[in-house]
């Protein structure tokens, strides 16, 4: 496990480590329709709403990231296209899959809730990966500021410097249990800078063969 951070810092200051999602393409589990995870999400972003420096992720786009396949600039719609039905093809052999939000993540970043088990969505990144490197001849990436795959919904995002043991205090080392059922895998677009959340929703692939490449999520 990762030890806590000392200090938080700027998710989007310059210089800044880590991945870029700027005017990118992801694959992302979009969690934002879930009651129950909204609700869990809510009650977090309750406790930290105290503390400034902290950009809260809107509840429409709560999601888990599953890989960054490239830059928006680089994948056409036939790109798209093509890596949305390979996922479907490759996600119609998997089962529907019930994971539960409920550990407290920390790093220098922000804040996230960690998927458990996160091997349950192994079959999932390697679709988006058997995908994306089919189209693109690149498996993407999956490298952020947890591991180097930790599947988690990150609650907020950290926009300034400031001690990180009272904020730590809020949420704690966990929030009550939320189980969310995993049913498909959405292709997005996200356009200009991340905290913009100017995304588009390409497409769908469904897990277990509950039905095509789809339009939205």
């Known amino acids: ?9 700027d998710r989007w200051g ?16 979009l969690l934002g329709p879930d009651a129950g995870v909204r609700a869990a999400v809510a009650g977090a972003q309750q406790r930290l ?3 400034g420096g902290m950009h809260m992720t809107p509840a429409r786009w709560l999601h888990v990231t599953i890989l960054l396949a490239g830059p928006a600039a680089a994948t056409t719609p036939d790109d798209m296209a093509e890596m949305l039905a390979r ?28 998927v458990s088990p996160a091997s349950a969505l192994s079959p ?11 189209v693109t001849r690149t ?4 490298e952020d500021s947890y591991s180097a795959w930790a599947p988690h919904l990150t609650v907020c995002y950290s926009t300034g410097e400031q001690p990180a043991a009272p904020v730590i205090d809020k949420p704690g080392k966990s ?4 189980e969310v059922t995993i049913d498909r895998l959405s292709l997005v677009i996200q ?19 509950h039905g095509g490449p789809g339009p939205g999520p």
Do not use: K
């Not at 870029?20 to 992801?26: F, I, K, M, N, P």
């Open 1 to 9: 496990m990762s030890p806590l951070p000392v200090r938080f810092t």
């Open 14 to 29: 310059v210089p800044r480590a880590g991945l870029s999602y700027q005017d990118s393409v992801c694959w992302h589990l």
């Open 49 to 51: 709403a105290r503390f």
């Open 87 to 114: 996922a479907s093809a490759a996600l119609a052999r998997t089962p529907v899959v019930t994971v539960s939000l409920g550990r407290v993540l920390y790093s220098p970043q922000g804040i996230a809730l960690g």
């Open 124 to 134: 999932v990144l390697t679709a988006a990966q058997a995908a994306t490197r089919a």
């Open 139 to 142: 498996s993407g990436s999956t």
């Open 175 to 178: 929030i009550p249990r939320c």
């Open 191 to 209: 356009n200009g800078p991340e905290q913009l959340w100017d995304w588009q929703v390409a497409g769908t692939a469904r897990l277990d063969g």
